[in-house]
């Protein structure tokens, strides 16, 4: 009864390697399988029987040892689908068709042109962590995803990735969709980089699932949906945005970095209902209500990016004023769920004339978890606002109470208005070694707040974010105080005791005398 177990079950086994190509290993690991192994007796046959069917099925049927080389899989304009069969000279017309045909460590590789009325996908691709499945144009080629004259609603998106893993899609212009541009849907281990997309009715770029990467992307005249205003006070999107997954749960492990967007009618970049997020190295400007806006988030890290405007046209008309730089919020909390904006760090960041800089916004929503709590604020630049530098909305009574709030090292003007801080719960608040340089407001009571010229540069836009480094003589090198923040925005390494605002002024040899005790501080 063994051998003819042993037997039916390899031969199920290698049925399943000539479907699948998988590799021959799958013979062998029917023998670990937790049926096995029952007995000593059981454990010797199989002992005896491993070498004898790997040698009589591998001659016999001639199994492939190793699996298939990765391979080039094309498309073209002028491919396709039916009669196509992948290779150069007789590529297949869609991402989809090709999608279908890779396997792990393949690269769909696009021929330059503009594919016209395209709504295309990426459905179940499936690389691996060693071997992903890479979709670039071919040799460099200009290639254009053009959503024009395509049926694509609000939700829909002229390239979707869908419920995939281990895909990177580099390289591609995505425009005119009367839905979003590039879609990454309830996927993993994706990378979306190197990618223009524009002239979208809603996002641009919108991501859920988790351990994805976007970067290196620009995206613009995004959410057009709400040109002028059209949805009043509410209901437009983001120009890049994370989202749940369709089961409700967070997008986790998301990173957002060195991408450029600006002139959108929705937020700049928004991850919401996710955790584990870095938003690092990215240049916002001239969006609509808030550069960066985080919603229902944890575990999140905002780092080093340049957040500015320097036009009217997208300012919100019930404000007056530009979008703000950072914003946090949390809308629709779940009540009783725990859910709610929380562990975020908001560092090395560079504001300069938008309508507050940093800012919280209470929903009003009767949830206890409307709230805020170990929020950690430090070395950022914010300069030239045109409403209160810092506002954070009171949380009343019926909330959880903000605490574990951290505000340092902190280089802050006064907004236009006159106000650089306006905290509706300081108790929560830590603040100490910043410099406000048009006076030192009462909720500063902390040490080492002072009130001196920081000495920049030449702190304007135009100079770029550069502009806003310290001068050899600043009074703040050196004093500001020692956080759990070892980088600044250039990614040198800080000093200590640091230098306050976003530039380390003289950052340490990393020789073991001075590593060492930066690790360990």
């Not at 290698?14 to 670990?32: A, C, D, L, R, V």
Request: charged share 15%.
């Amino acid at each position: 009864m063994v051998a003819i177990r042993v037997g039916c079950t390899l031969k199920k086994c290698f049925f399943t390697h000539q479907q699948s190509g998988t590799q021959m290993t799958q013979i062998f690991q029917i023998f670990t399988d937790k049926n096995f192994g029952k007995s000593a007796e059981i454990n010797f046959i199989c002992a005896i029987c491993v070498p004898f069917f790997v040698l009589v099925f591998g001659t016999i049927f001639s199994v492939p040892a190793i699996a298939q080389s990765p391979q080039n899989i094309f498309v073209s304009v002028t491919g396709n689908d039916s009669t196509g069969d992948g290779s150069l000279g007789n590529p297949y017309r869609t991402l989809y068709q090709a999608g279908r045909a890779a396997q792990p460590g393949d690269t769909i590789l696009v021929r330059g042109g503009t594919y016209s009325a395209t709504k295309d996908q990426l459905y179940y691709v499936y690389g691996t962590a060693h071997l992903p499945i890479t979709v670039r144009p071919y040799n460099s080629e200009t290639v254009i995803f053009d959503g024009t004259g395509a049926d694509i609603s609000r939700a829909k998106s002229v390239v979707l990735i869908g419920e995939s893993a281990h895909v990177i899609f580099d390289g591609f212009e995505v425009r005119n969709s009367g839905g979003r541009g590039i879609t990454v849907y309830d996927s993993s281990f994706i990378i979306v980089r190197n990618n223009r997309v524009h002239d979208v009715q809603a996002r641009g770029i919108s991501v859920s699932g988790d351990h994805i990467t976007v970067e290196n992307n620009e995206i613009w005249n995004a959410v057009l949906e709400n040109t002028n205003e059209v949805h009043g006070t509410s209901g437009w999107s983001s120009a890049l945005s994370t989202n749940e997954r369709p089961d409700g749960t967070w997008s986790t492990d998301i990173t957002i970095r060195d991408n450029t967007v600006h002139n959108s009618w929705g937020e700049g970049i928004t991850p919401g209902h996710a955790q584990f997020v870095t938003i690092m190295s990215n240049t916002v400007f001239n969006t609509y209500s808030a550069n960066i806006y985080l919603n229902l988030v944890s575990n999140v890290v905002v780092d080093g990016n340049f957040l500015y405007a320097t036009s009217e046209v997208y300012n919100r008309s019930d404000h007056g004023y530009p979008a703000h730089g950072i914003s946090l919020a949390n809308e629709q909390p779940v009540p009783g769920g725990g859910a709610f904006t929380r562990d975020v760090t908001i560092s090395n960041n560079i504001i300069v004339g938008t309508g507050r800089g940093i800012n919280y916004w209470h929903t009003g929503l009767n949830a206890a978890e409307n709230t805020y709590t170990n929020v950690k604020i430090f070395y950022n630049v914010v300069i030239y606002s045109r409403h209160d530098a810092i506002h954070f909305d009171p949380v009343g009574s019926a909330h959880i109470a903000p605490s574990g709030v951290f505000f340092q090292n902190n280089i802050v003007l006064n907004g236009a208005n006159g106000v650089a801080a306006n905290i509706g719960n300081p108790a929560g608040w830590t603040i100490t070694h910043n410099d406000w340089p048009d006076g030192v407001p009462a909720v500063a009571s902390g040490a080492g707040n002072i009130a001196v010229d920081p000495q920049f540069n030449s702190p304007m836009i135009g100079n770029g974010a550069g502009g806003f480094a310290l001068q050899s003589t600043s009074p703040l090198i050196g004093a500001g105080v020692a956080v759990d923040r070892f980088t600044d925005f250039a990614g040198n390494f800080r000093a200590n005791p640091p230098t306050m605002g976003a530039f380390e002024s003289n950052p340490p040899i990393l020789d073991k005398q001075t590593f060492l005790p930066l690790v360990v501080r």
